[in-house]
C-alpha cells in the first residue's frame, strides 16, 4: 500500500518535516540514508559543538541534537528506514522510490536530501577534520578555539572571500589561500578582501598538508609555479571550496538549478512535481544552517499535509 507521505534524508530539515508530519497523523515513513550524501542524521552529526541552534543555552552535541529531533517524530509513530534512495519515478502516481533492496509507494514526497561540502582529498584533512578544521565559517567561526588566533581560509570564489570577511571578527588574521593568482568572486567582493587589513592573500599556492598536536597547529602550502613550501602556523582552516547538493539519485525527475540545487516556488515548497515537496540545504545555497534546513522542513511538512488533504490523500 502506498504510503501518505515518504521523506528521503534525516537531517534537521527530514527530522522537522517527520515530526509535523507525525503530529499531522499522516505515518510519514523516513528513508533516512546510508553512505550517499553523507550519513543518516546528516550533516550535524560530523560536529562536536553547535552552539547557535535556538533552546540549547550551553551549545548541543550534533549528534545529541539530531539523536533528541529522532526520538521527537519516533514518539508521534515516524518510521524509518536506514538506506539510500537510488532512483525514483515521480511522472506517474503514486510514486515510486527504490532502493537497493526494496521499492516505496508514495501518495506524496519530500525531499531533504542535503549538500555535501567538498573537502580536499588528504590523510591530514581527515585526521584533523573537526580538531581545528571546518567547512562552514558561520557556524564555527565565533568557537573560542577560533578566537585570536590566525585563521586560515581554502578557496576563491565568493563563498570564499565572504568566509574569510566573517572571520576576520574573531581571528587576529586570517589567510585567504587560492589556486590561482586571481579569484572567482565578483570584483565588489574582492575590493572587501583587498581592502581589509587582516587578510593576507596568498595566491597560486595548494594545501599541501596540515599539522598539528591534539589540535591543528598550522598548514604547509606549495606555490604552484615554484613548487616551493612554506610553513603558515594556524589554529583553523576553513574549507570554502564549494558544495555538492546531493540530487544525483533524482536522474533528472526535479527541475533543478544550474549548480544542482532543487528549484521550488518559494515561499512554498513544492518543486515541479505536484505532491513532491523539497527543503534544506538541498533547495538551499545561501544559508545552509540547521535552524533554516529545520524551518523549511515543517514548510515542506505543512505543503505536503495541505496538498494531501486537498486531494483527499490524507
Ligand atoms: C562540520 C559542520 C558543522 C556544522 N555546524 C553547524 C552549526 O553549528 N550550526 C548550524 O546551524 N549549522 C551547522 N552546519 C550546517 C548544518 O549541518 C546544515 O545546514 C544542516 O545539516 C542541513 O540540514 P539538511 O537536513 O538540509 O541536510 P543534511 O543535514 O545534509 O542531511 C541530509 C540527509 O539526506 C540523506 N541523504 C542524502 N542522499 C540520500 C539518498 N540518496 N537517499 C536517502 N537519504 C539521502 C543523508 O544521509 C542525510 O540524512 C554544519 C555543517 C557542517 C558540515
Redesign the pocket.
Known amino acids: 500500500m502506498a504510503k501518505k507521505l515518504v521523506i528521503?534524508?534525516?537531517?534537521?530539515?527530514?527530522l522537522t518535516a517527520a515530526i509535523y508530519a507525525a503530529r499531522a497523523d499522516l505515518q510519514p515513513l523516513v528513508?533516512?540514508?546510508f553512505m550517499?550524501?553523507?550519513?543518516?542524521?546528516?550533516?550535524?552529526m560530523?560536529?562536536t559543538e553547535?552552539?547557535?541552534?535556538p533552546g540549547f543555552p550551553e551549545g548541543v552535541d550534533?549528534p545529541e541534537l539530531i539523536s533528541r529531533m529522532k526520538k521527537q517524530a519516533e514518539r508521534f509513530g515516524t518510521e524509518f528506514i536506514m538506506e539510500?534512495?537510488e532512483s525514483v519515478d515521480f511522472a506517474s502516481r503514486p510514486f515510486t522510490l527504490k532502493t537497493g533492496s526494496r521499492t516505496v509507494t508514495a501518495h506524496s514526497v519530500i525531499v531533504?536530501?542535503?549538500?555535501s561540502?567538498q573537502i580536499l582529498d588528504l590523510p591530514s584533512v581527515k585526521k584533523f577534520w573537526g580538531k581545528g578544521i571546518?567547512?562552514?565559517a558561520t557556524?564555527?567561526g565565533a568557537l573560542p578555539i577560533f578566537r585570536n588566533q590566525i585563521i586560515a581560509v581554502i578557496g576563491g570564489g565568493d563563498s570564499a572571500i565572504e568566509e574569510a570577511i566573517f572571520l576576520t571578527r574573531f581571528a587576529s588574521k586570517v589567510l585567504l589561500i587560492h589556486r590561482r593568482n586571481e579569484f572567482r568572486a565578483s570584483k565588489a567582493m574582492q575590493k572587501r578582501v583587498f581592502d581589509n587589513p587582516k587578510i593576507q592573500i596568498i595566491f597560486d599556492s595548494v594545501l599541501e598538508e596540515v599539522y598539528g598536536g591534539q589540535f591543528t597547529e598550522g598548514v604547509k602550502l606549495k606555490n604552484v609555479k615554484s613548487g616551493e613550501i612554506s610553513d603558515y602556523p594556524c589554529k583553523g582552516l576553513f574549507m570554502a571550496i564549494g558544495h555538492t547538493p546531493?540530487t544525483g539519485?533524482l536522474g533528472g525527475a526535479l527541475d533543478l538549478d544550474q549548480k544542482g540545487y532543487i528549484k521550488v516556488k518559494a515561499p512554498s515548497s513544492a518543486t515541479n512535481i505536484d505532491g513532491v515537496f523539497a527543503c534544506?540545504?538541498?533547495t538551499d545555497p545561501h544559508y545552509?544552517?540547521?535552524?533554516s534546513?529545520a524551518g523549511t522542513g515543517c514548510v515542506a511538512a505543512l505543503d505536503a499535509e495541505r496538498w494531501l488533504h486537498t486531494n483527499d490523500l490524507g
Open positions: 528521503v534524508g534525516s537531517g534537521p530539515s527530514g528513508i533516512e540514508g550517499k550524501g553523507g550519513q543518516p542524521g546528516g550533516q550535524l560530523t560536529t553547535v552552539e547557535n541552534f550534533g539510500d534512495i531533504s536530501t542535503g549538500a561540502a571546518s567547512a562552514c557556524c564555527d546531493n539519485f534544506g540545504d538541498v545552509r544552517q540547521a535552524i534546513a
